[in-house]
């Protein structure tokens, strides 16, 4: 099998806030057209791994790449191609949940963005909702909603933040089957997650994040360790 | 540590799995990544058709209509005209009670140098102000929404950028020109070069914060420089007290000094607005966040949450060391220990007390302040900001009563273990401003007597303000010069002032009269004991509420008993 670049490749990354480390240094490439997933307890750093994947916040220490460069969410090269679902739960008061999905795809410069709108309001189950104010949605829409958003637009590396919180297990079931396909279309995920059943489904490794050590595990391995965690 | 082990154990896992471990490649940038969907990839809009589309879709469902927004308008230009009217009064009527000094009697400063510093104060206040807001930021859908677009952000963020310079431009426009033709006198055209001057200034503070914004500096440093300028300031005023400056008039700039400056302002406009790109988004989310809370604290006439959107943001976000709380022996010490902890922490409220020791310190040294009612409005407002910066614990914990319920006290004797930090605090604030006032006007050990009691009442004043409840703003409005506000708020945001009023009445009168008397001490001992049992009281309602419900409590058990009474 030929290798395949990394798209992300974190060597010895340290990540925190004031200059000081939540996690152990934390190493992993990620090949193009794979899922890896991060995951460990709360707290343990995941989410701010991937806020320095993105770019939101620069690694303390270690190097990271991204796209064959350091990430810079400044670069419009870099937000055009590396889609990010956080938990963003704050919208445009005047803006529809259809509004805001055509904003995302017109802004990045997608042609028919009416229908590709439409299909995936249908596909995330906020067709009903397409002419409502995202603050009438509950708050399992609205993740929809967010999680609509990573997908509406072109990508070349999809980076999701629990992706499962406040999903039911069909929806997880369909989120699961949208990030297989994901990758077969080419397409690279980096996911933080606590869904064991998620882990299986979708990632390919996992990096098991912790204040101690952070290695990187078979996937099934992480699901292990997922469903072992005290609950 | 054993981070090394881990590492080994890493690099056994990188040889094995070849394709997730492989070696380090040189530098690809950017291009040639494909990515999913691309091929449905078209023109990326520009930033102004993204703002354009985000407005109109909104507009469509807006329910304000042109004659509500007329009626805002007028509204917010009533507002503005009362308070620039009231402003130009108060320092018209202070002008003229101030007493008439000839400057060649060695005067220490002189009136026109006291409004010079004050200006100075008024920029390092815009400076930190501006550092703690951003001042450039993106709010919260904003952030969600537009950040993550591959267009060009100057078109995004350039109406934020403008907002903040041109509300500073036009607030140091209208206080420079009142302070230099209502306290100071001067007419025509010398007050409208002061007001030109004032406003480039204030925008030139706010663009210069922008700038160094889009350069990488942090919101804490932005703060920390305001903060210190601040500390400046009564520093820069002692000096002046030393050296003897008295400047009849404020010097005010010649039309083509000021035609430079306001060509300065517009080359920083440029520079800023060319560099709007370059800001990190996390800054932008971070400013957009605090100016958000603020706005939102403003609006609801919350003082406490205005004071945590400000301090919060520009805190670090760890600390090099630890407290080891060693004065902790008991649930009260455990609170007057973390209230200290949390005051020696924020440089901005120990800031605040350092200016609040020296306003009323200075009123006595300038001949032409050195008035009873010039020094008394001095202890007021010095007294109430450095109650107020020692009550951070208490406000926190209105917020959120964590340690309140965590440790074994009753919600009284929490209160008044959370008057201690202040009464520290008022203690040492109490003891230099009125030596200053003793020595002004004699009897320093009369006067001392009068202030010691007095902490207490200023104690008790903060920690009632700290605790009071927000205002219902479900009950009936009223209208009000200031719009229309709901009943009973008055009676909240008076909870702490009160008692500064009140329970101090006995210093203000002795300060009126320039002398303490046996009876006005003994009687300050008790206005301030009352004050001490009012702020402990936990019951949210006002006197007058109290009242009725008392009224009506009676009311009801004489219905009961004549009941009782016809059914026997």
Known sequence: MAKSRSVVRANKLLVGYGGAPVCAPVSFNLPEGRALALVGANGAGKSTVLRAVIGLIEPAGGSLTVLGAEPDERDVEFRAKVSSVLDDDAYFPGLTVAEHLYLTARGHGMLGARELVAELLEEFGLAEHAASLPTALSSGQRRRLLLAAGFVRPRSLLVLDEPEQRLDLRMRADLADRLNAEKEAGGTVLMATHDAVLVRAVADRAVYVDDSSSPLLKADEAAARIEAEPS | ?568
């Open chain 2, 1 to 568: 540590m054993s981070h090394d082990e881990d590492e080994r154990y890493d690099e056994s896992r990188w040889q094995d799995e070849a394709e997730w471990h492989d070696e380090p490649e040189a530098s690809v940038g950017r291009d040639g990544w494909p990515a999913v969907a691309e091929a449905d990839l078209g023109e990326v809009p520009g930033s102004s058709s993204i703002r354009r589309y985000t407005k109109e879709a909104a507009k469509q469902r807006a329910g304000a209509k042109i004659g509500t927004l007329l009626s805002d308008v007028y509204y917010a230009g009533i507002i503005l005209a009362i308070g620039v009217s009231v402003a130009a009064g108060v320092a018209g009527s202070l002008r003229s009670s101030l007493p008439e000094v000839s400057y060649a009697d060695g005067v220490g400063v002189s009136l026109p140098a006291l409004v010079g510093v004050l200006v100075g104060a008024l920029v390092a206040t815009l400076v930190s102000l501006a550092g703690r807001l951003g001042p450039v930021g993106a709010g919260g859908a904003e952030a969600a929404w537009w950040l993550g677009l591959p267009v060009d952000r100057r078109g995004l963020l350039r109406p934020a950028a403008r907002r903040l310079p041109l509300v500073a431009l036009a607030i140091g426009g209208v206080v420079v020109a009142l302070l230099d033709g209502g306290l100071l006198g001067d007419q025509g055209d010398r007050v409208v070069r002061a007001g030109i001057a004032g406003a480039l200034l204030a925008a030139l503070v706010v663009l210069g914060m922008a700038a160094a914004q889009t350069l990488g500096s942090t919101r804490r440093a932005g703060a920390l420089t305001g903060d210190l300028l601040l500390v400046a300031v009564p520093v820069a005023m002692g000096v002046l007290a030393w050296v003897g400056v008295t400047p009849e008039h404020l010097p005010v700039p010649s039309w083509p000094v000021l035609g430079a400056i306001a060509a300065l302002a517009v080359a920083l406009a440029w520079f800023t607005d060319s560099r709007l790109g370059r800001i990190r988004g996390a800054s932008l989310r971070e400013s957009g966040s605090v100016a958000a809370q603020a706005v939102g604290a403003m609006v609801s006439m919350d003082s406490r949450e205005l004071g945590r959107a400000l301090s919060d943001g520009a805190a670090p976000a760890a600390r090099r060391w630890v407290s080891r709380l060693r004065t902790v022996r008991g649930p009260v010490s455990a609170l007057v220990t973390a209230d200290l902890v949390l005051l020696r922490r924020s440089v901005r409220h120990l800031v605040q007390v350092v200016l609040a020791i020296a306003i009323p310190v200075l009123a006595t040294v300038v001949p032409q302040l050195s008035g009873q009612v010039p020094v008394l409005m001095a202890v007021l407002i010095g007294g109430y900001v450095a109650a107020s910066a020692s009550a951070e614990g208490s406000r926190r914990a209105e917020m959120a009563p964590i340690l309140d319920r965590l440790l074994p006290l009753d919600p009284k004797t929490a209160r008044r273990a959370r008057m201690m930090v202040p009464g520290m605090v008022m203690t040492v604030w109490s003891l230099v401003v009125f030596a200053a006032i003793g020595r002004w006007l004699g009897d320093p050990l009369g006067w001392l007597a009068l202030a010691l009691p007095g902490v207490l009442a200023w104690a008790a004043a903060a920690v009632r303000a700290a605790y009071r409840p927000a205002p219902d703003w479900s009950s009936t409005l009223v209208s009000t010069p200031f719009g229309a506000l709901p009943t009973g708020v008055g009676a909240v945001l008076a909870r702490g002032p009160d008692i500064v009023v009140l329970g101090l009445l006995p210093t203000w009168i002795a300060l009126v009269l320039g002398h303490v008397t046996q009876v006005l001490v003994m009687a300050q001992v008790l206005t301030a004991l009352i004050a001490v049992m009012v702020a402990s009281s936990t019951s949210t309602k006002t006197f007058t509420e109290r009242m009725l419900d008392a009224q009506k409590e009676a009311d009801e058990q004489r219905k009961a008993a004549q009941a009782q009474a016809g059914r026997r």
